[in-house]
């Protein structure tokens, strides 16, 4: 099973290709542990007031009525999961929003979604849910030594440029909004730094799939890979299909 990694966004025409795959590694998994009927998806959001609309929103984009049974654990700034968000699921969506409170409340559960992934439930995060899958997560800040690096919209409510231990479903950095949020431009300046040893940012309505065989993304846009260079860093794009 894999791991999706979606850049965030919603898009009014998408035509499913961003969430098909993880849905069909859903259904795999329900079918392969002897599971009668469709997969139970856990849904988690960590939200300041809007919980049950973002989860409806991640459901609604991830697939048709009756595609699947949404476990949804909707928790507060300041909440923490606990395993039972996680209990008898055969896919794992982490939504969107402010990144280092995703990483506070999800952090009790880190280890059961890695026991999980490695078991063959697969992994989809959007937005924040992205951000926090690597081992060394790029959780938001703008400015690196007090220089300004990206928009300060893009964030999180954070100044200098901070990396914190996360999942651990990958070791490597992502970020994500590539493009549209201008958060590209930390990736490569984190990475000129030091404070991470390359990623990848990924556009919005695009995911970014690791898994079995070669590397792939699906979607609208494209996923950026930064690498250290001898001068500088390399910068490659990996266009969406």
């Known amino acids: 099973m894999s791991v999706h990694l979606v850049g965030g966004g919603w898009s009014e025409s998408n035509d499913g290709a961003v969430y098909a795959p993880f849905l069909a590694e859903a259904a795999e998994r329900a079918a392969a542990s002897g599971f009668e009927g469709v997969p139970r998806i856990a849904v988690v959001v960590v939200r300041d007031g809007d919980g049950a ?10 697939g048709a ?37 995703y990483l506070e409340a999800l952090r009790p559960i880190f280890g059961e979604i890695r026991r999980q992934v490695a078991a063959g439930v697969p992994y989809l995060g959007f937005s924040a849910g992205s951000s926090i899958a690597s081992e060394h997560a790029l959780v938001g800040g703008w400015r690196i030594g007090g220089v300004e690096v990206s928009p300060e919209d893009g964030s999180e409510d954070l100044d200098e440029v901070t990396v914190e231990n996360g999942i651990g479903l990958l070791d490597i950095s992502v970020d994500v909004h590539a493009v549209q949020w201008g958060n590209l431009s930390r990736l490569i300046a984190a990475t000129e730094a030091g404070l991470v040893a390359g990623g990848i ?25 930064v690498l250290p260079a001898e001068a500088g860093v390399r910068v490659s794009s990996l266009a969406a299909g």
Do not use: S, Y
Not at 53 to 62: D, F, G, P, R
Not at 81 to 95: E, K, M, P, Q, S
């Open 53 to 62: 609309e973002h989860a409806e929103k991640l459901i609604q984009a991830t």
């Open 65 to 101: 009525p009756g595609d699947f049974d949404a476990v949804v654990t909707a928790l507060a700034h300041g909440d923490e999961a606990t395993n039972a968000a996680l209990a008898d699921v055969h896919g794992i969506v982490v939504g969107g929003g402010l990144t280092p409170a």
């Open 201 to 225: 940012a990924i556009d919005e309505n695009t995911a970014f799939i690791v898994g079995e065989g070669a590397l792939r993304a699906v979607g609208a846009g494209n996923v950026w890979q």
